[in-house]
């Protein structure tokens, strides 16, 4: 079946020492996104990518980086964690005009 | 400003009745989405209804139905035979700009539904 695929479902590192969350799709959707989303909070989106365009939003930090290689990957680095990055992270794919489809997420833990 | 708004951060329906989740929404587009997706604890987002704000009837999806109310802004998630499995955070969503080539959806804050047995 077509789906998005995040990894690993949890994720655990240290204070400061970066790490990288992966996303890959089979649905070949030209656009993909990560949001993150805290406790019992809305999802909010960090980032996404048209095809290869990348498009941060204004409130993202510098910590959060992202990469797109192809059309079926994209990965979330953070640089230097802190206390305040744990949280689920999302990764959703869409088409131009369509809705967004979700991965399982990822559950960042910051020790 | 907020796009989306909930106002019920949590709600208890008894199981085998109906439940209504309200969600407002703002936007000077004439063209956009909403949306609406459920979280179990688990965390997956699980995309359940749909309604375009050019389509004159309500979207259906099986137990979920959408009452959109396009002069007051309003997309309210309509549970019918409430199930035990139903219970789960629930949130509204909107995408504006329906025709670009991005378009972002914007999630208004959640209600968490309890189906009691």
């Known amino acids: 079946d077509a789906m998005v695929i995040q990894n690993p479902r949890y994720q655990v590192t240290q204070f400061g020492k970066p790490v990288t969350l992966s996303c890959s799709q089979t649905?070949?959707?030209?656009?993909m996104y990560w949001y993150q989303q805290k406790s019992s909070q809305a999802p909010k989106l960090l980032f996404h990518?048209?095809?290869?365009?990348?498009?941060n939003e204004a409130d993202t930090p510098d910590n959060f980086q992202s990469r797109r290689p192809n059309t079926s990957f994209c990965f979330l680095d953070i640089r230097s964690p802190g206390l305040g990055d744990a949280a689920m992270y999302l990764c959703?794919?869409?088409?131009?005009?369509?809705?967004?489809?979700f991965g399982s997420g990822t559950q960042l833990s910051v020790l | 400003a907020q796009k989306i708004t909930q106002t019920q951060p949590g709600m208890f329906v008894q199981e085998k009745e109906a439940v209504t989740l309200d969600c407002t929404y703002d936007t000077s587009d004439q063209s956009y989405g909403l949306f609406w997706y459920k979280q179990p604890s688990s965390g997956e987002m699980i995309f359940l209804i749909y309604?375009?704000?050019?389509?004159?009837q309500n979207a259906t999806e099986g137990r979920y139905s959408l009452n959109f109310q396009k002069a007051r802004k309003s997309a309210n998630l309509v549970i019918s035979a409430s199930q035990l499995g139903d219970s789960a955070m629930y949130f509204c969503a909107m995408r504006e700009e329906l025709r670009s080539n991005t378009g972002k959806l914007i999630f208004g804050q959640g209600t968490t539904l309890q189906v009691k047995p």
């Open positions: 990518y048209y095809d290869k365009d990348f498009n």
């Open positions: 649905l070949n959707h030209n656009v």
């Open positions: 959703a794919t869409s088409r131009t005009g369509s809705g967004l489809f």
């Open positions: 309604q375009g704000s050019y389509d004159e």
